[in-house]
């Protein structure tokens, strides 16, 4: 396969001379072993606990691994060894050095609580999911954490889409394999990748006894990417209680598979919405489950402006990740029923970010923007992301750019 370079390639160098160790995490057939591997140094030994055998010894004798396996070290599939922690612990402070261990591996809950309290301050958490816009077109070193602003007048696009190539694109996902080889079958890529996440993460990771539940779960959480999570509607619609859906849903985000949005909070206010937002991170995958079988057929139906949105956020998501930030992302809905699908929040500013499947740039769409002004923190530039060929001045503060900009 072709290594297309990735935005995070900086952040794990620069990293690498600031901590003993970094982790490198995210869902399944995202890139993150290739991406380490790409920028891994000649001297640094790679192993796997794919491999049953390693994964035995790490599991049951973590000390002699460490002794058969010198740093500077690539340990891959890190969760299945969660008994490496303490180890990695010892021999970080007896070489004092950094850039020692790198660890890769599917974002579990219970590894991540091992990790930061076995781990921490000696370890950087990086976050990888699928090809961001601009690390598919190539232009991986440009990208930056997204923040709206006039200067975005002069950013120049990665690329042109018609309505037909973008829901291509949205269609196909932004999972490495089926973005870089068209040809591959990718309803067999998905049912391959959803069957592995569920026989091996699922299975093996969790407490889930009916699998066959699950994937209805999972399908159902599809169906609903892009709107305020309702837990009794996923509960009754998949025939479980609301406490075994929020435990499942937790699964799926620390799996990376889903983001929960979160609403924004005021203390000047209590007519806000309290419950996140779901989005799925892979929009190929988000498809798949909902059972659109090309993407003719999703850019023409009901959950078209739903994808579109699920990419929006996921893209700038992306773009705060791979530089090695995390982001301030809030939602915001009053009873009154006016929202906003994004908010930034940086240096104690509002920036808000509407997301709208139409070409034609229209100055209501920045109506609700005002609704912020009562909040103590100031309103900064907001924009609205569509399919406007060129960026477009709305007002003296807001103004609409094209999807091709993130």
């Known amino acids: 396969m072709s290594y297309y370079p990735r935005t995070l390639e900086n952040a794990i160098n620069s990293l690498s001379l600031q901590f003993p160790a970094l982790l490198l995490s995210g869902s399944r ?23 049953l055998s390693l ?26 060894a969660p008994e490496l922690f303490p180890y990695l612990k010892m021999r970080i402070d007896e070489q004092r050095e950094n850039g020692l261990f ?14 930061t309290e076995t781990l921490a301050g000696r370890i950087a958490i990086l976050t990888l999911s699928g090809f961001s816009q601009a690390e598919f077109y190539q232009q991986a070193t440009t990208s930056l954490p997204f923040l709206p602003s006039f200067e975005l007048l002069r950013k120049k696009s990665v690329t042109r889409y018609t309505p037909e190539t973008l829901f291509q694109y949205l ?31 699922i299975r093996e990771l969790s407490q889930v006894a009916n699998l066959s539940v699950f994937t209805r779960f999972i399908r159902v959480c599809a169906a609903r990417t892009g709107q305020i999570l309702n837990y ?20 799926l985000e620390s799996c990376s598979l889903v983001y ?61 990740w791979y530089n090695a930030q995390n982001p301030n992302f809030f939602y915001y809905r009053d009873k009154d029923g006016k929202e906003i699908d994004l908010l930034i929040e940086q240096n104690n500013r509002l920036f808000p970010i509407e997301i709208k499947l139409a070409a034609t740039v229209k100055k209501e769409w920045v109506r609700n923007f ?13 924009v609205v992301i569509c399919l406007s060929p060129e960026p477009q001045i709305i007002d003296n503060q807001n103004l609409a750019i094209p999807i091709t900009l993130l």
């Open 29 to 51: 057939q995202t890139g993150k072993t290739t991406l380490l591997k790409a920028v891994s140094a000649s001297n640094r030994k790679y192993v796997t606990l794919d491999d």
């Open 55 to 80: 994964r035995e010894l790490a599991r049951h004798d973590p000390k002699l691994f460490l002794q058969q396996f010198e740093p500077p070290l690539f340990i891959d599939e890190i969760q299945y």
């Open 102 to 115: 790198w660890l890769s591996g599917s974002q579990q809950f219970q590894m991540m609580q091992r990790i």
């Open 171 to 201: 269609w196909q996902g932004s999972m490495p394999i089926p973005a870089v080889y068209p040809q591959t079958d990718w309803h067999v890529f998905y049912n391959s990748y959803l069957q592995t996440y569920l026989q091996r993460d």
């Open 232 to 251: 009794s509607d996923l509960a009754r619609d998949t025939d479980i209680s609301q406490q075994t859906a929020k435990n499942w849903l937790s699964l």
């Open 260 to 320: 929960l949005l979160p609403p924004w909070h005021s203390n000047t206010t209590k007519r806000l919405i309290k419950t996140p937002k779901i989005y799925f991170l892979d929009t190929g995958l988000c498809a798949f489950l909902t059972h659109w079988t090309s993407s003719e057929t999703l850019q023409h139906g009901a959950m078209n402006g739903a994808i579109f949105e699920t990419f929006v956020v996921g893209e700038i998501l992306k773009s705060y």
């Open 370 to 382: 005002s609704v912020l002004d009562r909040f103590s923190q100031a309103r900064d530039v907001g």
